[in-house]
């Protein structure tokens, strides 16, 4: 552990907070004057703003110097629980299997390949962590492109599909402004092409000949599309796409079929798809659906039997159904012959469907586009089911959904047992009690995969187009991270890697459970909770849902507990398995989360509710999450800490504001808190982008009004000395929220006389620190904090 966490440099000789200079200025909006203080923090070139930032990180660290020992214990917990030199479950793609490993002491991946053994060779090998692997080529070292950089984040990462050239892009900086370059494989040196100030997200034209790059506007929003001829300059590169409309972002991509390349845009509330063939890289792109204010869609190209899309075999609008049979014929031993196809589009869309619905639509011709009317719905609107993506291949469609707070994975074979197209319906299982299940069936009749626990998360990945099986992920609060090979025809799942924890973890030992809060207009909102079995003992009585395998009712007596929530852009928090947080689980803390709207777990309408001039739902959800947990008995306000980043920071400064008795202390990462200063701004980076999702305050002046009432910097208390105990932890580099927001809110709290602390990284971007030994630090450092508030520090 190095030695900035546990020794700072320059401890300051005072146990008094850095005096934060006032240079009011007023800010006026619609009659409305702000007298800010702290504006000036905002000068990020000013060695005044630079040595008060200095000063505010010396004395948190000096303030945090007796919690040194148990950081190096968090960290060695960390460190002795991980797996340092481990390797991912090899992918195929074109002759190769790609893979990364990592390697005990080094901070980043290697990124490295073998060959495959022939056409038919769709299982990967099991690597033995440590051991060499047979025919090995490294294709990038990122310790090695890390020397000499006190960060480092790559971007970018593509092999041409003839394996002969790796494109990678990489930041040493922060700023997510990413140098592209180009390697030969089989000499292992970069050619002399190089691009500098990308975007990530570059890519190979199928030809090899070709890479489709993106950069960023002065507000850091992708907007434009290029595409570099290699062994060209760069000052050669031909500008293929440019969104002007700042509410955009534009992204590049190739189909699963490599038939296609893609250009996406999309605001917060409206998408536009481009196409073009892949064999004509400089040709046109053309518009698929021409945007529709308030009309989102995605596109995946598919090629599917004929008798899969004529009019005749959908006469009914098809729904899901749950779960897999389990007498589905036994796979193919001979092949059949061929049957006719055809190429579609498979459009997952939200005009008139508020959950979306997906249809299928033929492929425009050049100068042709389609329209939603003239498609063929496939998996018609539920108002219980939330449609996120569709995924094809040769063999399989994919339908990724959520319903119930879970997120769902589905497939649908396209071969049945002796090699054909799938023409007729698969007969479903004996329907399960939901909702969603009440439609008619008709031939595209997808197949849900799952684990059978009340509080899971299953993925289903699809691989290259040719790959007949799938790959599955599979995890919950208390499974780790596991990887299925899954067979479609049968069903039959082969265990090919569960995340390693070292030291004897045993899942037994741990509990999870769903519970519901009522919100203060009665809405009903999920926590997800987990914990140790032993740490926490409950009574006889029964007073939860969704189902656990230990304790049920109520806890015996309030546990320690960290409540994390997010509730912005419709971001779902699914169950996930963290070795980190077993340091707090066996320390007796409860982690909890509170799926509050604006996030996506129920939804569309969850998110529509808890954004715009809904977006105080939010922060009383949460409130409401908090005050349930307090009143069913499994905390108490003396003993709950809350915790959330970026948007997440937003909603746990709101919090603060609304309800300070409720808290013991609030760990802000990245916080949005100073919104409506960067919401009026256009100049800021994101901020006109983000007025989809916050309104626009600069130029309506409810949406002003309606900000300014729940922003946690202009609504700090004037005497905040009963607010519970903050840490708010940034970096100087940040693009998406900048230093100056936790910066500003933290001397604004500290003058109110707030117990408020900023940690700040120099040398840091939006994710904080790099490499994972720097990772664990900083979580280190975090956990302590979180336990020496809830007085576990010496347990």
């Not at 004395?59 to 917990?77: G, K, M, N, V, Y």
């Not at 649908?412 to 969603?436: C, R, Y």
């Not at 499974?479 to 045993?506: F, H, I, M, N, W």
């Amino acid at each position: 552990m190095s030695d900035a966490l546990t020794h700072p440099e320059t401890a300051p000789s005072t146990t008094e907070s850095p005096l934060t200079a006032r240079r009011p200025i007023e800010r006026t909006f619609h009659g409305d004057t702000f007298i800010d203080d702290y504006e000036w923090l905002r000068r990020k070139d000013d060695p005044d703003v630079v040595a008060h930032l200095e000063a505010q990180n010396a004395w948190t660290l000096a303030q945090q110097e007796h919690l040194a020992p148990l950081r190096q214990t968090l960290f060695d917990e960390i460190k002795g629980r991980t797996l340092e030199t481990d390797l991912s479950v090899p992918s195929r793609d074109g002759d190769w299997w790609y893979y990364a490993r990592t390697v005990e002491g080094q901070q980043y991946p290697i990124h490295a390949r073998y060959r495959a053994a022939g056409p038919d060779d769709w299982t990967p090998r099991v690597l033995e962590p440590g051991e060499p692997v047979p025919g090995e080529q490294v294709l990038l070292d990122q310790n090695v492109q890390a020397e000499g950089h006190d960060f480092f984040a790559l971007g970018s990462l593509d092999v041409s599909d003839d394996g002969a050239r790796l494109l990678h892009a990489t930041d040493t900086a922060g700023d997510e402004r990413y140098t592209l370059r180009v390697r030969d494989l089989a000499t292992g040196e970069d050619l002399p092409d190089e691009v500098r100030d990308t975007a990530p997200g570059a890519m190979f034209s199928p030809d090899g000949e070709h890479i489709f790059y993106l950069t960023v506007d002065d507000a850091w929003r992708p907007w434009r599309v290029w595409r570099h001829r290699l062994g060209t300059p760069s000052s050669d590169d031909v500008l293929v796409f440019e969104e002007p409309d700042e509410r955009y972002w534009v992204g590049v991509g190739l189909s699963r079929s490599k038939k296609y390349l893609q250009i996406e845009l999309g605001s917060k509330v409206t998408s536009e798809s481009w196409l073009l063939e892949s064999d004509n890289p400089t040709g046109d792109f053309r518009v698929v659906w021409p945007r529709r204010e308030g009309v989102e869609y995605t596109v995946e190209h598919a090629v599917l039997p004929a008798s899969m899309v004529e009019p005749s075999s959908l006469s009914e609008p098809p729904s899901l159904v749950d779960p897999p049979s389990s007498d589905l014929p036994p796979s193919p031993t001979e092949p059949a012959e061929p049957v006719e196809t055809r190429d579609v589009l498979l459009i997952l869309h939200n005009k008139d469907a508020l959950n979306f619905e997906l249809v299928s639509s033929p492929v425009p011709a050049p100068g042709e586009t389609v329209t939603p009317e003239a498609a063929t719905v496939v998996v018609a609107h539920d108002p219980d089911v939330r449609l996120e993506g569709v995924s094809a291949s040769e063999c399989y469609l994919v339908l990724y959904y959520r319903r119930g707070a879970i997120s769902r994975s589905a497939v649908l074979s396209l071969v049945d047992p002796a090699g054909t197209a799938q023409t007729s319906q698969v007969e479903p299982a004996e329907p399960v009690e939901t909702p969603h299940l009440t439609t008619p069936q008709a031939t595209w009749s997808f197949q849900e995969i799952s684990f059978g626990q009340p509080l899971e998360s299953v993925g289903a990945g699809v691989g290259v187009w040719e790959q007949p099986n799938l790959k599955v992920g599979y995890t919950s609060f208390v499974t780790p991270q596991s990887l299925y090979l899954y067979d479609v025809a049968s069903g039959e799942r082969v265990l090919l890697k569960q995340q390693p924890v070292l030291g004897g973890y045993d899942p037994g030992d741990y509990d999870q459970r769903r519970e519901w809060a009522t919100a203060q207009d009665g809405t009903r909102v999920p926590i997800s909770l987990v914990w140790r079995k032993d740490k926490v003992r409950f009574g006889n009585s029964t007073g939860s849902e969704g189902g656990s395998t230990g304790g049920t009712g109520a806890p015996v007596e309030p546990a320690p507990l960290l409540l994390y929530g997010y509730g912005a852009y419709e971001s779902s928090i699914d169950p996930y398995f963290s070795v980190p947080r077993l340091s707090l689980l066996d320390r007796g803390v409860v982690f909890a989360i509170a799926h509050v709207r604006g996030g996506g777990e129920m939804g569309r309408a969850w998110y529509d509710d808890g954004k715009l001039r809904a977006k105080l739902n939010t922060f009383t959800d949460f409130v409401a999450c908090g005050r349930h947990l307090v009143g069913t008995g499994w905390t108490a306000s003396d003993r709950m800490v809350a915790d959330g980043g970026s948007a997440g920071g937003l909603l746990v400064g709101a919090a603060a504001n609304l309800a300070p008795e409720l808290f013991t202390g609030v760990l802000a990462g990245v916080p949005f808190v100073d919104a409506l200063t960067s919401m009026l701004d256009p100049t800021l980076p994101l901020t006109v982008t983000e007025w989809d999702e916050w309104g626009d305050p600069l130029h309506d002046p409810e949406v002003y009004a309606y900000m300014r009432s729940y922003t946690p910097y202009e609504n700090v208390a004037d005497d905040a000395s009963h607010y519970p105990r903050i840490l708010a932890t940034t970096s100087f580099n940040d693009t998406r929220v900048l230093y100056v927001e936790p910066a500003k809110w933290v001397a604004r709290l500290q003058a109110a006389g707030a117990p408020a602390m900023l940690k700040i990284e120099m040398s840091a971007g939006h994710g904080g620190v790099s490499g994972r030994y720097s990772a664990w630090e900083q979580i280190a450092f975090e956990h302590a904090w979180v336990l020496d508030v809830l007085d576990l520090a010496n347990h």
